[in-house]
């Protein structure tokens, strides 16, 4: 049987209706219910489109210019338009678009920087720390000595001294600042002036304000760090998939990193989306956009907090807010599965004074549908009413479709 290649918009619903209706379903619970994963948005559908374009049947090891496959004359100059995007929008002298996750990024950094059993300081797991920054489960924990800093148990902030003590004791090989779950802006300088004592390198892992910072709503690692790596795909709001940027010194050695150190041949469909995403990132549309993401988390912390819940930090400099519910007489499990009942989609996370679960929830995907402030409001009693049991589940969820239809992620 001959296979079909005309691009047609349901080619799919023709030849796998099974696959298809999978896809409609997770469109559908994408547009009916609220996402509040602070990690998560809506890309543009140029971004989609290029995602699915014949550059995924393309090998292309190597860089441009440089590669092991033939034929790679056009997707070199969809890789080169990507990294001078990236270049130009964050100024970095150096850029890396391959890495397939933020986490690839993470580990090629390591590899350009560190040898195994090296010392590291990073944020620690239970404070906010990726798994990538030393989790006894991945690749980090296992191949270097991590030492975890962390937030104060009253504010929720890093706490700096103690980030300068353990640099003293410790004298870590690099010092990687960056986390998932902390809601204000970082002190990247005092970050380097602490690295700089003590010879460390100073590695960024930016995988979620890095949005913010192309739209100028965030201060910049990369006139400070050494390395910074980020994902294209949270505030971003590019296709799934990571980046390095970095000075012109260090360019040589991140690049092998990459590959053909710990990756094979690029994806050149992603990167091609990535250029499309730097794109629209480099826009005066954009920039209103990652103000709005801030102005919404801001006025959603604090109505959080005039509901009862425990705003960690007392509130947001980011897309990012963390919370206890306990004050509504529910732990965070328990809050993530009654809210999810509700189509209100959010996180658990780790809360800076115990053993507690919070939620983590954020407003880059609410804000790239167009809500404001005012669904803010809604948003925030719907939670706390869901909580607290004073909203029935099958209300609210009913009260979400109503919002998320007034404001839906795709049309057409
Ligand atoms: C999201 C994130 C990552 C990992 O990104 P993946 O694409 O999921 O691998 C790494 N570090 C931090 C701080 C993150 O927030």
């Given at each position: 049987m001959p296979v079909t290649r005309t691009l047609e918009a349901d080619v799919l619903r023709r030849q796998d209706p099974e696959l298809a209706e999978i896809l409609l379903g997770e469109l559908d619970r994408q547009s009916t219910t609220l996402q509040l994963i602070a990690a998560e948005n809506f890309s543009s559908p140029a971004v989609l489109s290029a995602l699915g374009s014949p550059l995924a049947n393309k090998y292309a090891e190597g860089y441009p210019g440089a590669r092991h496959h033939g034929g790679c004359e056009i997707v070199d100059v969809a890789e080169r338009l990507a990294v001078d995007r990236a270049k130009a929008l964050f100024g970095a002298e150096h850029a890396n678009v391959q890495s397939h996750s933020g986490s690839s990024a993470v580990l090629a950094a390591y590899a350009a920087l560190l040898r195994p059993g090296d010392t590291v300081l990073a944020l620690g797991l239970p404070y906010g720390g990726h798994l990538t920054h030393g989790s006894p489960a991945n690749f980090s924990g296992r191949w270097f000595d991590f030492v975890g800093y962390g937030v104060d148990a009253e504010t929720?902030?890093?706490?700096?001294?103690?980030?300068?003590?353990?640099?003293?004791?410790?004298?870590?090989?690099?010092?990687?600042?960056?986390?998932?779950?902390?809601?204000?802006?970082?002190?990247?300088?005092?970050?380097?002036?602490?690295?700089?004592?003590?010879?460390?390198?100073?590695?960024?892992?930016?995988?979620?304000?890095?949005?913010?910072?192309?739209?100028?709503?965030?201060?910049?690692?990369?006139?400070?760090?050494?390395?910074?790596?980020?994902?294209?795909?949270?505030?971003?709001?590019?296709?799934?998939?990571?980046?390095?940027?970095?000075?012109?010194?260090?360019?040589?050695?991140?690049?092998?990193?990459?590959?053909?150190?710990?990756?094979?041949?690029?994806?050149?469909?992603?990167?091609?989306?990535?250029?499309?995403?730097?794109?629209?990132?480099?826009?005066?549309?954009?920039?209103?956009?990652?103000?709005?993401?801030?102005?919404?988390?801001?006025?959603?912390?604090?109505?959080?907090?005039?509901?009862?819940?425990?705003?960690?930090?007392?509130?947001?400099?980011?897309?990012?807010?963390?919370?206890?519910?306990?004050?509504?007489?529910?732990?965070?499990?328990?809050?993530?599965g009654r809210l999810a009942a509700a189509g209100l989609v959010l996180d658990c996370c780790a809360l800076p004074h115990g053993d507690a679960r919070g939620l983590r929830l954020g407003t880059a995907a609410v804000t790239t549908q167009g809500m404001g402030e005012e669904e803010m409001a809604t948003i925030a009693s719907l939670l706390a009413g869901v909580l607290s049991g004073g909203t029935e589940s099958q209300k609210a969820r009913d009260q979400v479709r109503e919002l998320t239809g007034r404001f839906l992620p795709y049309t057409g």
């Open positions: 929720g902030l890093i706490d700096y001294e103690q980030v300068r003590t353990l640099a003293r004791t410790h004298r870590p090989k690099a010092i990687v600042c960056g986390s998932i779950a902390y809601p204000r802006h970082i002190d990247y300088a005092l970050f380097r002036e602490v690295a700089d004592e003590v010879g460390a390198y100073l590695i960024a892992d930016a995988a979620h304000p890095i949005g913010l910072v192309a739209g100028g709503a965030a201060p910049s690692p990369v006139p400070y760090a050494d390395v910074v790596c980020a994902t294209t795909h949270k505030v971003l709001r590019g296709p799934r998939g990571g980046m390095i940027l970095c000075g012109a010194e260090l360019a040589e050695r991140v690049d092998r990193a990459v590959f053909p150190f710990t990756q094979g041949g690029a994806q050149m469909h992603t990167i091609a989306a990535k250029a499309v995403a730097f794109g629209e990132a480099a826009t005066p549309a954009f920039r209103l956009y990652a103000h709005q993401v801030v102005a919404n988390a801001r006025a959603l912390a604090a109505l959080l907090a005039a509901e009862g819940l425990v705003v960690t930090t007392g509130g947001t400099d980011t897309h990012l807010i963390t919370a206890d519910p306990a004050p509504l007489g529910v732990d965070g499990r328990t809050a993530r």
